[in-house]
């Protein structure tokens, strides 16, 4: 395949429109990083007491919500399950960014180290760095452990990001950013959430919101210039990686630390209908999108299905 150059993608468009100029596109985020940016050790208040009756997640967002299971429990167990399930999430979205991280700094290795593109990579690792330690802040802060994903899957996601091709790893840069985007948007504007958790929300959302446009602009540019075999293999470890996302995405440790049968509980999210929903819901603006750039065609529509972020 002959090599696609800066000019021939000027002139280039997909299913969603033309392409857009990949420095504007980073001038306009860094113009907005530097607008919008928060140092959560400064912004938040880490010495203040977890307040009485309210809740760490909203309950709707809750794994086990509407089920037999969730209507047996106490409203303080209910409570406490949101405390462990804001852990895990924080969790995950911790080993999600690490991996993102290595991800951006192996996507500009070879770049222009002056261009506008990979100064914004570098603002965005920096984002990064800020929001892995928030989130373990607000672990520690609400006294729950760390709730690290299986030790297979963590394996694995050394195999998957040493293999990622780059469009691959802006597709799973997009899997790990919107559908947890989407919950926290629920999140921080509730007021039946502890205030430092919307704090944390609110501060994730406004800086991913342009790790977002980023990663979708460079992903529709890698689906239009990429060669077939290297759109082909996106598609697979893109599926996989929403198989692996839906399986981690709550751990079940949280089922036994606030007293509940882990086998039990796990059956029941399974077959809960709410769960489902929400978790296509999540995931619904980033599947569409998928479609119409053609990340979502053969054998990975069908292990997006398999993940259950896919109707």
């Known amino acids: 395949m002959?090599?696609?150059?800066?000019?021939?993608?000027?002139?280039?468009?997909?299913?969603?429109?033309?392409?857009?100029?990949?420095?504007?596109?980073?001038?306009?985020?860094?113009?907005?990083?530097?607008?919008?940016?928060?140092?959560?050790?400064?912004?938040?208040?880490?010495?203040?007491?977890?307040?009485?009756?309210?809740?760490?997640?909203?309950?709707?967002?809750?794994?086990?919500?509407?089920?037999?299971?969730?209507?047996?429990?106490?409203?303080?167990?209910?409570?406490?399950?949101?405390?462990?399930?804001?852990?895990?999430?924080?969790?995950?979205?911790?080993?999600?960014?690490?991996?993102?991280?290595?991800?951006?700094?192996?996507?500009?290795?070879?770049?222009?180290?002056?261009?506008?593109?990979?100064?914004?990579?570098?603002?965005?690792?920096?984002?990064?760095?800020?929001?892995?330690?928030?989130?373990?802040?607000?672990?520690?802060?609400?006294?729950?452990?760390?709730y690290p994903v299986p030790r297979v899957y963590h394996n694995l996601a050394r195999v998957l990001k040493t293999v990622s091709t780059t469009p691959g790893s802006f597709a799973a840069t997009l899997l790990g950013e919107e559908i947890l985007d989407w919950m926290q948007r629920l999140t921080f504007p509730d007021e039946r959430v502890q205030t430092l958790v919307r704090g944390v929300t609110r501060i994730h959302v406004v800086e991913e919101a342009r790790h977002v446009r980023y990663a979708r602009e460079e992903l529709r540019r890698q689906m239009v210039t990429a060669p077939r075999w290297e759109r082909e293999l996106t598609r697979l470890s893109c599926g996989e990686a929403a198989r692996v996302f839906s399986v981690c995405f709550v751990n079940p440790r949280v089922y036994e630390n606030v007293g509940l049968d882990r086998h039990e509980a796990v059956a029941q999210v399974k077959a809960s209908g709410h769960r489902a929903e929400v978790m296509q819901s999540g995931a619904k603006r980033l599947t569409d999108f998928f479609d119409d750039i053609g990340v979502l065609n053969g054998v990975g529509r069908r292990l997006w299905k398999s993940s259950g972020l896919l109707a």
């Open 2 to 146: 002959t090599p696609v150059t800066e000019l021939d993608v000027q002139l280039l468009r997909d299913a969603l429109g033309p392409l857009r100029d990949r420095e504007q596109i980073a001038e306009r985020l860094l113009d907005s990083s530097a607008k919008h940016s928060f140092d959560p050790d400064k912004e938040l208040d880490w010495d203040s007491a977890i307040e009485d009756g309210k809740w760490f997640w909203p309950p709707e967002l809750v794994s086990l919500y509407d089920t037999p299971l969730w209507r047996r429990m106490s409203e303080e167990q209910r409570m406490d399950l949101s405390r462990h399930e804001a852990a895990s999430l924080a969790s995950l979205g911790i080993w999600f960014e690490i991996i993102l991280m290595q991800l951006l700094v192996r996507h500009i290795y070879d770049r222009p180290v002056t261009s506008n593109h990979v100064r914004y990579a570098l603002t965005e690792i920096a984002d990064e760095c800020r929001h892995s330690m928030m989130f373990g802040r607000m672990i520690t802060w609400g006294g729950t452990p760390d």
